[in-house]
């Protein structure tokens, strides 16, 4: 990790991206830890997904987000932390009505700064599924009949 400070309104090397509808910010990476800003527009989601090799995290600064571990929804607010064990399914929904703004983390770093990289602006989900594979993000198939 290089020395300094990464400014409010700017990422990591200048990056901002569009992945599935959110807007995530890098501002911090090393080799234990990565730290992005996500900007949650009410209706959007991350479908369930696993990480086989990293903890993440979201930490609450602006609205509501609803995180289902299978049949388990947690809903959290500002101020409110939500823990995402590795190797435990988990999806992220914004049903609240308004934007949610959030800082999540994962650890250790791995491959998901080179996954955002790659996926932003990737619509096709087919696609999306396939290169976060590649990046050690597994998602689930959607349930039947949906």
């Not at 607010?77 to 999540?104: E, L, Q, Y």
């Not at 087919?126 to 949906?146: I, M, N």
Request: glycine letters at 10%.
């Amino acid at each position: 990790m290089e020395p300094g400070v990464t400014k409010a309104d700017a990422g990591l090397n200048g990056h901002s991206w569009n992945v599935v509808g959110h807007t995530y910010v890098p501002k911090l990476k090393s080799e234990d830890a990565f730290i992005w800003h996500a900007t949650i527009p009410d209706g959007t989601f991350v479908p369930p997904h696993i990480h086989p090799t990293q903890d993440e995290w979201i930490y609450l600064i602006e609205g509501n987000l609803e995180v289902e571990f299978g049949a388990d929804v947690v809903r959290a607010g500002p101020g409110d932390t939500v823990r995402m064990p590795m190797g435990i399914a988990h999806g992220i929904f914004n049903r609240s009505g308004k934007t949610a703004r959030c800082v999540f983390g994962v650890s250790p770093a791995r491959k998901l700064y080179e996954l955002f990289t790659v996926l932003d602006g990737v619509t096709d989900p087919a696609e999306l599924v396939r290169l976060s594979a590649l990046h050690e993000v597994d998602f689930l198939p959607p349930p039947e009949g949906a």
